[in-house]
């Protein structure tokens, strides 16, 4: 078993920056990719980063590409999300998720292929 807690959510103006965290705790050498996902109301959960952990590449939505940037810390069992220039399509809650093996790579942002996820953190995005 994995447990994921998130934490770092909030509410900011457009333009402005959040950093997520994720600490995982269990069986964390289980799963080899973990990711965030976000959901808005009324809305499909997406997937909007994603990280091999072992080698450390790094995928992302189209939606966040060139704004968000998910990065690792083996020693302290962290994923973090880094969200600059932020958008009121942004909000929504946000969700970490791991998974034991992602067969498929280009099928990473399917909610389905996670095996492990977290309650989530809210965050809000101003006009």
């Known amino acids: 078993q994995v447990q994921l807690v998130e934490s770092g959510g909030g509410s900011v103006q457009a333009g402005g920056s959040l950093r997520l965290s994720c600490v995982a705790s269990?069986?964390?050498?289980?799963?080899?990719?973990m990711a965030w996902f976000r959901q808005a109301p009324g809305k499909e959960r997406e997937g909007v980063a994603g990280?091999?952990?072992?080698?450390?590449?790094?995928f992302y939505g189209d939606s966040v590409k060139g704004r968000f940037t998910i990065s690792q810390d083996n020693a302290k069992n962290t994923v973090y999300l880094q969200m600059n220039e932020l958008k009121p399509e942004d909000t929504g809650m946000y969700y970490c998720a791991a998974a034991r093996w992602v067969p498929y790579l280009n099928r990473w942002w399917l909610p389905f292929t996670m095996d492990y996820w977290g309650k989530g953190t809210l965050v809000t995005i101003s006009s």
């Open positions: 269990g069986y964390t050498d289980s799963c080899n990719f």
């Open positions: 990280i091999n952990t072992g080698a450390g590449r790094t």
